[in-house]
T-cell receptor, first 112, second 116 residues
Framework: SAVISQKPSRDICQRGTSLTIQCQVD?????MFWYRQQPGQSLTLIAT?????????ESGFVIDKFPISRPNLTFSTLTVSNMSPEDSSIYLC?????????FGPGTRLTVL | GNSVTQMEGPVTLSEEAFLTINCTYT??????LFWYVQYPGEGLQLLLK?????DKGSNKGFEATYRKETTSFHLEKGSVQVSDSAVYFC???????????????FGKGTHLIIQP
């Protein structure tokens, strides 16, 4: 398995601002993923972030809104840009390691 | 595209009852299938998986069998406990992903409540 931490665990932000979420893994992994879980909804994949290449975004998500960095094999960031109340969600990072995909504890974002 | 459908919740059972949470999927080929569990106040945990037809995944008394003919992956447990109260998510990974090395498609989740 993998131990994954995220910062911040929660935040309340104003409309129009940006927030960067950090994801740290306790071991080197090739594949990292970012998901969103809107209130009362399931998880939706935002993008796949592999070290050394551009992130691959799913339909409905764009780099200008959700820029991602992956500077090394244990760390990634997701920025939620120009936020609106519709961006209020839990954002989770995950990694693929061995048996399957393992998730961080999530970042609960509220946009006012 | 790929999709996962789970039974709506909440599902309320008494302790020691038999549990079934239904999950069906739509995907091309043979995706890998997963069950995740989210206990109150905790993160998402991988419960079990199956990567090919007729495989049975099992963990902590839970089981699920990959049924290609019915495109299903129902979660079962013979005798539930209060500590099993949680939200359960069914998920799939595309056939080319090698068992989870690609983005997952999740069902909406089933909230399970076990009463003493």
């Amino acid at each position: 398995s993998a131990v994954i931490s995220q910062k911040p665990s929660r935040d309340i932000c104003q409309r129009g601002t940006s927030l960067t979420i950090q994801c740290q893994v306790d071991s080197q992994v090739t594949m990292m993923f970012w998901y969103r879980q809107q209130p009362g909804q399931s998880l939706t994949l935002i993008a796949t972030a592999n070290q050394g290449s551009e992130a691959t975004y799913e339909s409905g998500f764009v780099i200008d809104k959700f820029p991602i960095s992956r500077p090394n094999l244990t760390f990634s960031t997701l920025t939620v840009s120009n936020m609106s109340p519709e961006d209020s969600s839990i954002y989770l990072c995950s990694v693929f390691k061995g048996y399957g995909q393992y998730f961080g504890p999530g970042t609960r974002l509220t946009v006012l | 595209g790929n999709s996962v459908t789970q039974m709506e919740g909440p599902v309320t059972l008494s302790e020691e009852a038999f549990l079934t949470i239904n999950c069906t999927y739509t995907a091309t080929g043979y995706p890998s299938l997963f069950w995740y569990v989210q206990y109150p106040g905790e993160g998402l945990q991988l419960l079990l998986k199956a990567t090919k037809a007729d495989d049975k995944g099992s963990n902590k008394g839970f089981e699920a069998t990959y049924r290609k003919e019915t495109t299903s992956f129902h979660l079962e447990k013979g005798s539930v406990q209060v500590s099993d109260s949680a939200v359960y998510f069914c998920a799939l990974s595309p056939v080319y992903s090698g068992g989870g090395a690609d983005g997952l498609t999740f069902g909406k989740g089933t909230h399970l409540i076990i009463q003493p």
